[in-house]
């Protein structure tokens, strides 16, 4: 199947967005949850997070039946999205 460059495009930002996010709620937000009683920051975030971990495993999906992903592949960038700074590794995925 031929590449579609605004898939992975997407693919890309989708990911780095999560993870963004994934950083974001656990060196700010959870701090600022337990050191200085501010819960709602983690609400917020988390909210965030989840809508983004969400739309960046439906990219996953759509690389995988398009082809543009092994199964390999796309269970490894399932994994990178529970590491922290893991899908700042996904263009090496692609290439």
């Known amino acids: 199947m031929p590449i579609n460059p605004k898939l ?3 693919f890309i930002f989708v990911g780095k967005s999560e993870g963004y996010s994934f950083l974001f709620l656990l060196f700010i937000a959870m701090p600022l949850k337990y050191f200085f009683q501010h819960p709602e920051f983690v609400r917020i975030a988390g909210s965030i997070h989840g809508i983004l ?7 996953i999906l759509q690389m995988y039946l398009e082809q543009q992903l ?3 592949k796309s269970t490894l960038a399932v994994f990178l999205s529970f590491l922290p700074f893991g899908t700042f590794f996904l263009r090496k995925l692609i290439s």
């Open 8 to 10: 992975i495009r997407n």
């Open 53 to 59: 971990f969400i739309a960046f495993l439906y990219f």
């Open 70 to 72: 092994s199964f390999k």
